[in-house]
C-alpha cells in the first residue's frame, strides 16, 4: 500500500487521532512492512492495533507519566541516576528503558541513548516500534491471530486487553 493508502487505513482505525501520528506513520508503514517483515494482514492488523493502544490512540508518542517508576529498574538496564526518566516510553510501542534504547541505538545505528527525544518523532517513533515488533518476535505471534500473547509481549502483562481487542476487531474491519 502507499501513504495515502496507509493514511486512510489509520483514519478509518483512529479518527481521532493526532495528523502528526497518522501521517508519520503513514508514510513509514511502506518501510517498515518490508524492513521489519509486518506484510501479512494478521501482522499488520496487530501491529497496527498494538501501536493504536501504546500511543493511546495516535495521540502521543510519549508515555504521559514521568518515567520515575522506572528509576534503578535494573531489568531495563536503568543503572544510571536519573534513567527513567531519561528513557520512558517513546514511539508507537514505547520503548522503554536504558537497555531498549541502546539495543535499538546500535541495531539501527541511530544515537537514541545519546538523544532519547529523537524517539518521539517520526520516522523514528515508528521504526523502532517496528524493530522492537520484529525483535522480540511478534510477527510469528501475530501470525497465530491471539491478541493475548503479543499483548503479553509488548506490556509484560495483560493491561489494556480489553482496549487491545476492540483495536484489533477495529484493525480487522479496515485491513482485509
Not at 518523532?121 to 501475530?142: C, D, K, M, Y
Not at 491471530?145 to 483495536?167: E, F, Q, T
Request: charged share 25%; hydrophobic share 35%; with cysteine.
Amino acid at each position: 500500500m502507499s501513504p495515502e493508502q496507509w493514511r486512510a487505513v489509520l483514519l478509518k482505525m483512529e479518527p481521532g487521532g493526532k495528523p502528526w501520528i497518522l501521517d508519520g506513520l503513514a508514510d513509514a508503514m511502506p518501510v517498515m512492512v518490508e524492513r521489519f517483515g509486518i506484510n501479512t494482514p494478521f501482522r499488520q492488523q496487530h501491529f497496527l492495533a498494538t501501536c493504536a493502544h501504546e500511543s493511546d490512540h495516535f495521540r502521543t508518542t510519549e508515555e504521559y507519566a514521568s518515567g520515575g517508576n522506572y528509576e534503578n529498574r535494573r531489568d531495563l538496564g536503568n543503572t544510571h541516576p536519573g534513567d527513567g526518566r531519561r528513557f520512558k516510553g517513546r514511539g508507537l510501542i514505547q520503548l522503554t528503558g536504558r537497555a531498549n534504547y541502546d539495543a535499538a541505538s546500535k541495531a539501527l545505528g541511530e544515537p537514541y541513548v545519546d538523544d532519547p527525544a529523537l524517539v518521539l518523532r517520526f520516522p523514528a517513533a515508528a521504526i523502532v516500534s517496528g524493530w522492537f515488533w520484529q525483535t522480540h518476535g511478534l510477527n510469528e505471534l501475530a501470525d497465530k491471530d491471539d491478541h493475548r500473547p503479543v499483548c503479553k509481549r509488548v506490556n509484560g502483562g495483560y493491561n489494556g486487553l480489553d482496549s487491545r481487542l476492540a483495536l484489533l476487531k477495529t484493525a480487522k474491519s479496515v485491513i482485509a
